[in-house]
């Protein structure tokens, strides 16, 4: 059974809450699904409403573009499978999905003469927007699929998806023991409630509003609006009064001014 549609689907574990699969555009795309079984291939064709179910790699020739959603442990033995196949694997691209495995894990696939990329979501608030890492060929045809689904791609530069894992740790992870310092340092010096809302709303909205600005190589908050001399006083009386608390303060604000120093010297180059 040979549609000449664009888009194969091997799929494997719960995929039912997948938001790629979801896509509108799905419906028209998918053709040949390949699972554990071809019951399971058919249950899920029948739960997106797209497709048919094939029992063999083999089946899934007819589509130029083949996303792979499968638990990241099972990833390397489906590849495995794929390169003993006979797919003409010069006009087809393949892309692992909703993961962040990187695409270096389909690169026996990419030795086959394909093109690999991999697909995140960028989090749980955003489920029509992705980011995109790999090849450019499987890339844009990625997005292309994306787009006609109404969702949005991100691309990242090839080999760059541990840069990709770094920023969202920085923006999702890093930051809340710092905010709850803060929320306890604030609690600690009296403000609780509404005031400790207002407090904590004011300083997220600057924090936001320097990023979304670009943000300058220098201070911000106190460290800007007093002299050094008052700053120096406050860390001393608090390395006194609460040493866990200095500790913490004084290890990121040398990050900070790590920081600050290196995009200074950055932006003078230039």
């Given amino acids: 059974m040979k549609k000449q549609l664009q888009v194969g689907l091997v799929v494997e574990g719960n995929a039912t809450a997948s938001p790629v699969l979801r896509l509108s555009c799905m419906v028209e795309e998918v053709g040949p699904i390949k699972s554990v079984s071809l019951q399971v291939a058919r249950r899920i064709s029948n739960f997106l409403r797209a497709g048919y179910g ?29 390169c003993e196949t006979d797919l003409p694997f010069g006009e087809m691209s393949f892309v692992i999905c909703e993961t962040w ?20 979501s960028i989090g749980p608030n955003s489920q029509t927007c992705f980011a995109v890492e790999g090849d450019l060929a499987a890339v844009r ?47 600690e010096s009296g403000v609780a409630g509404n005031d400790l809302v207002i407090l904590m709303n004011e300083w997220s909205e600057l924090l936001r509003q320097r990023v979304k600005k670009g943000g300058r190589a220098t201070w911000g908050g106190p460290l800007a609006e007093c002299s050094p001399d008052v700053a120096n006083g406050y860390l001393r009386q608090l390395a006194s009064r609460d040493p866990t608390l200095a500790a913490a303060l004084n290890e990121w604000l040398a990050l900070a001014g790590r920081k600050v120093v290196a995009r200074a010297k950055s932006q003078s180059a230039t």
């Fill in 54 to 82: 094939v029992t063999d790699y083999q089946d899934l020739d007819c589509a130029q573009l083949i996303l792979l959603r499968l638990p990241d442990g099972e990833a390397s033995r489906v590849v495995d499978e794929l």
């Fill in 101 to 120: 495995l990187a695409a270096d894990v389909l690169l026996p696939l990419q030795r086959q003469g394909s093109q690999i990329a991999s697909l995140v």
């Fill in 141 to 187: 045809k990625t997005k292309r699929l994306l787009e006609r689904g109404g969702a949005r791609a991100i691309e990242l530069r090839p080999g760059a998806k541990s840069k990709y894992f770094a920023a969202n740790l920085l923006a999702t992870a890093i930051p809340i023991p710092v905010l709850q310092l803060a929320q306890q340092a604030l609690r």
